[in-house]
């Protein structure tokens, strides 16, 4: 290790940079410091944009750290992912212990040896492995509940999902910005509120030639404004974005240590290292609120007991903060330390700073939990030590690799961006436009509500059942849609036509379409729900669907023969349920020698609840000859009967047993009335107004003498008649 050199006081120390710099003239005493929007901030800097970037820019994994925490609520995690634990492992200490010798399989349990030595060991070690095994599932079950539940409704959409990612990183992003604006922009009012105040002239006279001299030395045209804090005791400084403020202790210290006290807080200043904490803490705003609470309760109350209970409430927060925020902000806060003890090494006032670092725990304390929680993690004093030892300025001989200059002490901060960055800015800001307006245009035209009315009557007109359905939230699964597609396909069916949408209200994911058609050349009017659907398509897209399924028809068909549109329906007990889509249909129905069918139109309005299907057959004029023909052909069978009561026949004579040579004489045929009862069957009988005559002849014996006898009777006729093929058949009635 290099021995400092000594310096005779009265001349220039050798380790002070000869740097060509002029300095600005000094204020007068007198004179207030500017004040007011981005004045005192440091030089260097192209404008106050280029100086906000570079220090917002500058601790990513700070960032990082506080983003990840916060917006994926790790503390909420922390907490359910505890007491997640603890469920689970109370139920596995209890069912390890009671229930751990049934869950040996039977051919471990049977072996010799092995079987007694498992169960000897599980029936004392089985609750406590039941226990640890159900904590660390609880544990983490209840952590990963927490960063999952809130992604949970876009899982299924990976670009969904990737738009929710930036849209938190962006509303991360920034509230950091606007914190760090807040804190630049009201930092003389913040710290006057803390405690700080202007210095009195004996405090500017003692402090500011020794601060202008360290920033003259460093480079730097100008310096922050001073304020001073009251704290007799504790030699403390503090850097904010545009002002450092110095205990009144200060006052007391040699000038050596207070001017390298003063170059460390300008090389702070100069390299905004408080813009970085700024914004750090803003990414992670909420979970900054919630910290201070516990903190400022543990300052406030310094107390074993105050502190147990602060952290029986508070230990995901203060946990959080403590092992993910403050780690990963840590590196930059290490690296910052160590680059502004170089400040001193530049200012030749290495051993002030020396005797500062080897006196003192922490010349540096936060007015808040967050500025305390950070300067803890300030490097090791010792390793400080080190480090300055090893350092060393241009022009002077030391083991240091590369000597420190102003250069590689500040860098070079340009402008905001080159010329190839703002092209490349441009070009993907044009691209980011130009691929939204495509990407509405594609909505507007493909997933609005019009679009899917407009797709459904679209598949109608086409005759496609299967687009049809696809428009709609019930695609009637389980039906037959083969049935379906030779429906619309047919030659009797007709779509709705001179479709137009005359009225929509949109309701969230709901909405309300009025369209107008022309059905069976008569206008109509039906009123449509519709549904956005949950899925996206391409990850993007959320389309529309009408609300509902196809129409059910509300007829059983009973007889085979059936038709729609040429095609022939099944029986009732046969298949699927039949549904129908929106349009006229052909309904023909069967046809036999007694009925036959007339051609029905079956109007299926869009929004019905169901479709009516009557067929109706008619008696064939043809029919009612054919049905008279066989009745007049069975009463003449009938009449050639020579018994008294021809058997099956609507006639008789009671006469008794002594009745010969019976003969009968139609004399008037009935005429007979014929009504359906189906299709392939009808009711015959004989109007009271249209009764036949039939004439009986004989003889009959009373007391052995024989007489003849005639005698007319009134006819009338019932049965029923069936098609039997392309003939008809009649079946009298049994008496």
């Known amino acids: 290790m290099t021995e400092p050199h000594s310096v005779p006081p009265e001349s220039t120390p050798p380790t002070v940079p000869q740097l060509d710099v002029r300095a600005a003239e000094p204020p007068a005493v ?41 917006w994926f609520y790790l503390p909420v995690g922390l907490l359910l992912a505890f007491w997640g634990g603890l469920s689970l492992a109370a139920v596995g200490l209890f069912a390890g212990g009671l229930n751990a010798d049934d869950q040996i ?59 929710g990612l930036l849209g938190t990183v962006a509303a991360a992003a920034l509230i950091g910005v606007l914190y760090t604006l807040y804190r630049v922009l009201l930092e003389p009012k913040l710290l006057v509120v803390s405690g700080a105040r202007q210095p009195s002239r004996r405090e500017t006279a003692r402090l500011r030639p020794v601060l202008e001299e360290c920033a003259r030395r460093l480079g730097l045209p100008s310096v922050p404004r001073l304020l001073m804090e009251d704290d007799p005791v504790l030699s403390n400084a503090r850097t904010y974005a545009r002002h450092v403020v110095v205990s009144t202790a200060v006052l007391t210290e040699p000038d050596d240590e207070v001017a390298a006290l003063l170059s460390h807080e300008l090389v702070h200043w100069r390299t905004g290292d408080e813009i970085t904490s700024a914004f750090v803490r803003g990414v992670g705003l ?37 092992y993910v925020v403050l780690p990963l902000h840590a590196r930059d806060v290490r690296a910052a330390e160590y680059r502004a003890d170089l400040g001193a090494v530049l200012t030749g006032h290495l051993d002030g700073l020396r005797r500062v670092l080897e006196r003192r725990l922490s010349f540096e304390s936060g007015r808040s939990g967050w500025d305390e929680a950070v300067c803890a993690t300030h490097p090791p004093h010792e390793l400080r030590l080190d480090a300055l030892e090893r350092a060393s300025v241009a ?53 609005r509500p019009q679009a899917a009315v407009g797709g459904y009557f679209s598949a109608l007109a086409d005759r496609d059942s299967a687009a049809a359905l696809d428009v709609l939230t019930d695609q009637g699964d389980g039906t037959d849609r083969d049935l379906l597609a030779k429906l619309l396909r047919g030659k009797g069916y007709q779509p709705p036509t001179d479709v ?29 729900t519709l549904s956005r659907e949950q899925e996206a398509t391409a990850g993007l897209f959320h389309g529309w669907r009408l609300t509902g399924g196809p129409i059910p028809l509300n007829s059983s068909i009973a007889d085979p023969g059936v038709r729609l549109n040429g095609v022939e329906l099944p029986v009732a007990t046969e298949g699927a349920p039949l549904v129908l889509l929106p349009g006229v249909y052909t309904a ?35 029919a009612v000859e054919a049905v008279e023909a066989r009745v007049r052909a069975w009463l003449d069978e009938c009449a050639k009967q020579t018994v008294a009561a021809p058997p099956g026949c609507p006639f008789r004579y009671y006469g008794g047993e002594s009745t010969r040579k019976v003969t009968w004489k139609i004399l008037e045929y009935p005429k007979i009335a014929v009504e359906l009862t189906g299709p392939s069957s009808a009711r015959v009988f004989t109007p009271v107004e249209t009764q036949g005559r039939v004439q009986v002849s004989g003889t009959t014996t009373y007391f052995g003498t024989s007489s003849p006898f005639t005698d007319d009777d009134t006819l009338t006729v019932a049965g029923v008649a069936t098609a039997d093929g392309d003939a008809v058949a009649f079946q009298p009635a049994s008496d």
């Open 30 to 70: 007198d004179d207030p410091p500017p004040s007011g929007g981005f004045a005192d901030r440091p030089p260097g800097y192209p404008s106050a944009l280029v100086w906000l970037r570079a220090g917002i820019l500058r601790d990513w994994r700070g960032v990082l750290g506080a983003f990840v925490a916060t």
């Open 105 to 163: 399989p039977s051919a471990l349990r049977d072996a010799p040896l092995i079987g007694s030595l498992l169960e000897a060991f599980l029936s004392r070690s089985g609750g406590l492995l039941g226990g640890v095994a159900g904590f660390a599932a609880g544990f983490l079950a209840g952590f990963l509940a927490v960063l999952a539940l809130p992604w949970m409704g876009v899982a299924d959409e990976p670009l969904a999902l990737l738009t």
């Open 286 to 322: 909420p979970l900054t609120l919630a910290h201070a609470l516990p903190t400022w309760l543990m300052r406030t109350f310094p107390h074993p007991a105050t502190n147990f209970v602060v952290f029986l409430f508070f230990w995901p927060v203060l946990l959080t903060m403590r």
């Open 395 to 447: 022009g002077v001989p030391a083991d240091a690799a590369e000597p420190v200059t102003v250069e590689r002490l500040f860098g070079h901060t340009g402008p905001v961006g080159t010329r190839r960055t703002w092209l490349l800015v441009g070009a993907l800001t044009l691209a980011a436009c130009l691929g939204t307006s495509g990407l509405g245009v594609v909505q507007w035209a493909f997933f």
């Open 500 to 528: 137009e949408i005359s009225e929509l209200e949109r309701d969230g994911d709901s909405a309300t379409a009025t369209v107008t058609y022309r059905l069976a050349d008569a206008p109509q009017t039906a009123t449509l």
């Open 588 to 622: 023909t129905g069967p046809s036999s020698a007694l009925s036959e069918t007339p051609t029905t139109a079956v109007t299926v309005g869009p929004g019905q609840s169901a479709a009516n299907l009557e067929l109706t057959p008619v008696l064939k004029p043809t």
